[in-house]
């Protein structure tokens, strides 16, 4: 399973048709229920951007190896957003006080609906229309919050890709992820008449507003307002490579002038990169050597990170921002929504001059800001009076371990993979590292033209290392020397 831009997926010519949902009017009730702080933000960024809103969704495609029905697929649909509360809600803004308020729709007032687009439309034009479509459609101020499209290709009638879109507000990359087996299990069932077996599961407005009162509470006292004090005070420790309180990617250079990622693009959008850095075999090794030294391949990853930065930089610690889920009960686990924070990372090996010799150390620093307080960080930012709160993240680094998420065993058969769409350009860098059942993929955005060439190399770097340590169990901090070079010395 890959997380890419819609552009890099393969998608078949065909038969194309877009899916929506609607509701009537009087079905909308007002809904007390505050947003999260992270949907509050969302909805206020797109408000000042107003008409400049474009291109700003999550989703995922998939096959349906199942014949095409569309009578099927569209009471399958309204199931799916029986299903999530949050599907069925959206925001109206005060006239008098420009405040976001919630409403919520009941879950049998909703109505899929459909509209053909083209019979038998080339990829590229299928690629154009879903693009378009879905940038400018999804929108955190507008409903439907989650819309669809299905492709029939025109040489295999046994099964049809659905591709959806949805705003971040209603979405996160576990629900993205476990849509696959919902959305499939609900057309089975209505294709079938079996029951779906699919299981029961709390709403996101529930927990938003468990948020918000959680939220009230905090003071300057709160752990989590500790930790992120710290960390951005801390920055002195990595201040040659990362200047900045909130870390952004580390300086190859800092003595040849100050240009800016903006002085240096060539797009409007940011690059976006996505390749398979380990085969399954060497992910299982590379595991193995973690394993063996007694941490997990987060860790070992971290450590990976660690040693591309020195080769990279001439340094090794490194300061990131690292994206957690936030479904702290059970009862939130199948639950759409947007269940993300952040917290602070800092990676520090020491004197460590190999990859074994780092991993505990690593492991150690990585931890050294993580608390059990849920607090989230938009209240964080909100009591500290830290300048570095008034910027967004600018590196982020990402590693989960999929292998064991519901229906993992199908993904490539099923053609299945996360998307996001285009970003525009921006000086912040994305890495999302994924270990999944056929391997380890990486995939990053980052500034275009050539301010994003660093980056670049720093993947080429980080792929380096970890192909070295699945090979023989271990690597230095310093880049191993090439054989042809090893002849030339002796």
């Known amino acids: 399973m890959e997380y890419t831009e819609l552009s890099d997926y393969p998608l078949p010519s065909g038969r194309v048709t877009e899916w929506t949902v609607r509701v009537p009017d009087d079905a909308w009730v007002a809904d007390e229920r505050r947003l999260s ?22 989703g995922t495609a998939f096959l349906i190896e199942h014949r095409f ?51 038998r439309l080339s990829s590229t034009a299928v690629y154009e229309h879903i693009d378009e479509h879905f940038n400018t459609t999804v929108s955190p101020l507008r409903w439907p919050h989650c819309v669809a499209v299905t492709v029939e290709p025109q040489d295999n009638p046994d099964s049809f890709l659905f591709v959806f879109a949805a705003d971040h507000t209603v979405m996160d990359a576990y629900t993205q992820v476990f849509a696959i087996d919902e959305v499939i299990a609900l057309y089975e069932s209505e294709l079938t008449g079996e029951p779906d077996e699919l299981p029961s599961f709390g709403s996101y407005i529930d927990f938003s507003e468990a948020e918000r009162h959680r939220a009230e509470q905090v003071e300057a006292g709160d752990p989590a307002v500790a930790a992120w004090a710290q960390f951005f005070n801390d920055h002195v420790k990595t201040a040659v490579t990362q200047p900045d309180r909130m870390p952004a990617f580390p300086r190859q250079n800092t003595q040849h002038g100050s240009a800016t990622a903006a002085d240096l693009t060539s797009s409007t959008h940011q690059a976006s990169l996505s390749t398979w850095i380990l085969d399954a075999d060497h992910t299982e090794k590379f595991h193995r050597a973690c394993k063996a030294a007694g941490v997990n391949m987060q860790a070992g990853v971290y450590a990976a990170l660690s040693i591309a930065a020195y080769r990279h930089t001439g340094r090794s610690g490194v300061r990131f921002i690292n994206p957690i889920h936030t479904r702290t009960a059970s009862r939130w686990a199948g639950s759409a929504g947007w269940f993300v924070d ?23 620093s990585s931890a050294k800001y993580q608390t059990d307080s849920t607090t989230p960080y938009s209240t964080v930012a909100d009591v500290l009076d830290d300048p570095a709160t008034e910027h967004a993240p600018q590196f982020v680094v990402s590693y989960i371990d999929m292998r064991t998420a519901p229906g993992a065993q199908h993904w490539a058969r099923r053609r299945a993979r996360v998307l996001r769409s285009a970003t525009r350009q921006a000086d912040e860098v994305y890495l999302w590292i994924n270990r999944v059942p056929s391997g380890t993929n990486i995939s990053a955005r980052f500034p275009s033209g050539p301010a994003g060439n660093p980056m670049s190399d720093f993947i080429t770097t980080l792929t380096g290392v970890l192909r070295e340590v699945a090979a023989i169990g271990d690597t230095t901090f310093a880049a191993p020397v090439p054989a042809a070079a090893q002849e030339d010395i002796s």
């Open 37 to 58: 702080h992270t949907h509050l933000a969302h909805a206020r960024r797109a408000t000042e951007a107003g008409d400049a809103w474009y291109s700003e969704w999550i």
């Open 69 to 119: 029905d569309a009578e099927v697929l569209a009471r399958a649909l309204q199931r799916w957003y029986a299903r999530h509360e949050v599907f069925r809600s959206t925001l109206v803004s005060g006239v008098k006080d420009g405040q976001f308020r919630r409403r919520t729709a009941p879950a049998d007032a909703v109505v899929a609906e459909s509209r053909l687009v083209g019979d």
């Open 342 to 364: 952040i917290v602070p990372v800092h990676l520090d090996p020491g004197e460590a001059r190999t990859f074994l010799d780092a991993l505990g150390a690593v492991a150690a």
